[in-house]
T-cell receptor, first 113, second 113 residues
Framework: GESVGLHLPTLSVQEGDNSIINCAYS??????FIWYKQESGKGPQFIID?????DKRQGQRVTVLLNKTVKHLSLQIAATQPGDSAVYFC????????????FGKGTHLIIQP | EAQVTQNPRYLITVTGKKLTVTCSQN?????MSWYRQDPGLGLRQIYY???????DKGDVPEGYKVSRKEKRNFPLILESPSPNQTSLYFC????????????FGDGTRLSIL
């Protein structure tokens, strides 16, 4: 079956620095990838997505990179702010998504002042 | 405001006492899903529904039931709750089709004593 793993459960960065959160997946048939942000006491919030026919997508202060060769996904957050402190999950979908999303276990991003 | 609403947000109950967690979305989404979130295990799908009267098991369906009589509602039913169902539960919805991100409610924390 599918598995999704994150390289680090916790990432601590200085305010203003860039953050990079990584995710590895096992199923090469996965074709849609999403990053979610979960703040304390709330549900996962959609940040950005990318389809398997792309290798990079940019949003506001965020960039997602997809390397299908090594089955690796990353989320880059530019100029990290205190409000970025949260748990970040990668999630993937395979074959249209009837089975829903498979989630990684999350990386807790901690912002140091 | 587009949202997924879960009720209750918190519930403490006892083993064997039937309970229902309601989920409602106002975005006219076809697809709805329930997940549970446990420390070290991440988010795991319980049940999903692709449309009215169409439901299917996710990865961890044992001990749960669902129904989808209306498009906007997708209740999660625990007929005889047990302590191993103590968890944080999330309902999510999306448009049906490829590459549609799921939108999550703010969660229901269940404690089964």
């Amino acid at each position: 079956g599918e598995s999704v793993g994150l390289h680090l459960p916790t990432l601590s960065v200085q305010e203003g620095d860039n953050s990079i959160i990584n995710c590895a997946y096992s199923n090469s048939a996965s074709d849609y990838f999403i990053w979610y942000k979960q703040e304390s006491g709330k549900g996962p919030q959609f940040i950005i997505d990318i389809r398997s026919n792309m290798d990079k997508r940019q949003g506001q202060r965020v960039t997602v990179l997809l390397n299908k060769t090594v089955k690796h996904l990353s989320l880059q957050i530019a100029a990290t702010q205190p409000g970025d402190s949260a748990v970040y999950f990668c999630a993937l979908m395979t074959g249209g998504g009837a089975d829903g999303l498979t989630f990684g276990k999350g990386t807790h991003l901690i912002i140091q002042p | 405001e587009a949202q997924v609403t879960q009720n209750p947000r918190y519930l403490i109950t006892v083993t064997g006492k039937k309970l229902t967690v309601t989920c409602s979305q106002n975005m006219n989404h076809e697809y709805m899903s329930w997940y549970r979130q446990d420390p070290g295990l991440g988010l795991r799908q319980i049940y999903y529904s692709m449309n009215v009267e169409v439901t299917d098991k996710g990865d961890v369906p044992e001990g749960y039931k669902v129904s989808r009589k209306e498009k906007r509602n997708f209740p999660l039913i625990l007929e005889s709750p047990s302590p191993n169902q103590t968890s944080l539960y999330f309902c999510a919805s999306s448009l049906w089709g490829e590459d549609q991100p799921q939108h999550f409610g703010d969660g229901t924390r269940l404690s089964i004593l």
